[in-house]
């Protein structure tokens, strides 16, 4: 008797040991232990009880050891907020070594992953305000307040504890959504002449509400909409006393006259409207990943889409095509995007990294998208630079004679933004200057597209 308990404890110790590193099938596993049958496992995983977990049926059983996150166990539930403002359980995140098992419940399909889920990894704080975030939260959880030194574990723990307020309508962990609970009694509208204030807090490094991605200084607040209220992320400039606080007030402007340019042209674009006050200038985008008081809409940005379905985007009409082909985005969206990345060009907007471009996800299992309304649409060629002087010249289109209809809506904007009295005169003559430029194409050949 002694003899066999020895025998077992040995093999379950071997057993811990080849997990150690990653999860494995019951074949794979039985292989490693000296070809042990079916029932000898089974045996053996009943014998290590609360070491070894086991996911999948029959064949297809996978086995692995559980792996806590600094004393928050290995069990981390997700829920999902809908528009109501309802959180609705659709599975659980186990922390695995090795990996992360996702648990999916419904249309929520399980999965296997060597990192995070891109659905949760999408949720990571990022930008300006995320690495407010990381400051103001990573002292309390034990986190390194350098967003860039951040692992999987380091997202896990934040989003499990402080992730009431992400982006998106994802909540993890009991805490985050005990948290969103409570939350939701201490909403409060706010008034435009309260903006210099969070813009101040904002620039101290406590920023309000949700982390939202990007490097541009910015705040979200809830404002009125007559009867009812409306979810906003509001940039602002430095001052506009200042050489490069009124440049970054021009830009606003322009990214605001891009927007409604783009919704004119038949492509969707947030909401956006244009406030000056407190020596400052502010630019007030509609979230579309909330819906009114207490409800939240699902997004998923182009930089975890692509890397998780395509990987082979190097540009937003690089990655719509491939998308595109494999059956993860609508051959609408596709269109759209590719256009939204002609116009970027043609208004200047150098920076149309993958993070600018957001999809919604469609149908079951959330694997299909939509494109979300544009935003982030400016011509930052021109943004200041530090230690470098402001831009002033007019700037080389790679693409000016392409899609006849954006390069309309581009001389469109270079038009408005030539006139509008709210950006200062000698960016007004820099926008005229490339309203020409463009003009020169208007006899060129053109691409003609044929459905």
């Not at 150690?20 to 232990?33: E, K, M």
């Not at 490094?205 to 979810?231: I, N, T, W, Y």
């Not at 408005?416 to 000698?426: L, M």
Request: glycine letters at 10%.
């Amino acid at each position: 008797m002694r003899e066999r308990r020895m025998a077992t404890d040995h093999l379950e110790n071997t057993l811990l040991s080849v997990l150690y590193d990653r999860p494995l099938p019951a074949r794979r596993l039985r292989q490693l232990l000296g070809n042990i049958s079916p029932a000898t496992l089974s045996r053996l995983t009943r014998h290590a009880s609360g070491k070894v977990v086991t996911f999948g049926q029959a064949r297809s059983t996978t086995y692995a050891r559980p792996r806590d996150v600094r004393g928050l166990g290995y069990r981390f539930p997700v829920f999902m907020v809908d528009a109501e403002g309802n959180g609705d359980k659709i599975g659980e995140l186990l922390s695995l070594h090795g990996g992360y098992r996702w648990e999916g419940i419904g249309e929520w399909a399980s999965e296997l992953y060597p990192h995070l889920p891109w659905f949760i990894q999408d949720m990571r704080p990022d930008g300006f305000v995320g690495r407010a975030f990381a400051q103001r939260f990573g002292p309390d959880l034990g986190l390194p307040d350098r967003l860039t030194a951040w692992r999987d574990d380091d997202t896990l723990v934040a989003l499990s504890r402080r992730g009431e307020d992400i982006v998106g309508d994802l909540i993890v962990g009991d805490e985050s959504i005990t948290r969103y609970v409570r939350s939701v009694t201490t909403i409060v509208p706010v008034e435009v002449t309260a903006y210099p204030g969070l813009a101040n807090a904002a620039l101290a490094g406590s920023p309000p509400g949700s982390s939202a991605g990007g490097e541009q200084p910015k705040f979200s607040a809830l404002v009125k909409r007559g009867d009812s209220c409306q979810h906003v992320l509001v940039k602002f400039s430095p001052l506009v006393s200042t050489p490069q606080g009124q440049r970054w007030s021009d830009l606003l402007v322009c990214e605001h006259i891009a927007l409604g340019i783009l919704e004119r042209f038949g492509i969707p674009a947030v909401s956006s409207a244009i406030h000056q006050v407190g020596g400052r200038t502010f630019l007030e985008v509609d979230r579309f990943d909330r819906v009114g008081l207490y409800g939240r809409s699902p997004v998923a940005s182009l930089t975890v889409v692509d890397a998780e379905f395509t990987a082979m985007g190097h540009s937003w009409t690089a990655a719509a095509r491939a998308l595109f082909s494999a059956r993860r985005l609508t051959e609408a969206a596709a269109n759209d995007m590719s256009l939204l990345d002609f116009f970027g060009d043609l208004i200047a907007n150098t920076d149309r990294h993958f993070g600018n471009v957001s999809l919604i996800p469609i149908g079951e299992g959330r694997t299909k998208f939509r494109l979300a309304p544009a935003y982030d649409m400016l011509p930052m060629y021109y943004r200041p630079r530090d230690g470098e002087e402001l831009n002033w010249g007019a700037y080389n289109s790679v693409t000016p004679g392409a899609w006849p209809e954006m390069r309309d809506a581009a001389k469109a904007f270079w038009r408005e933004a030539s006139g509008d009295p709210r950006i200062s005169g000698p960016f007004q003559a820099t926008c005229r200057a490339n309203l020409e430029q463009l003009s020169l194409f208007d006899g060129a050949p053109r691409i003609i597209r044929r459905s």
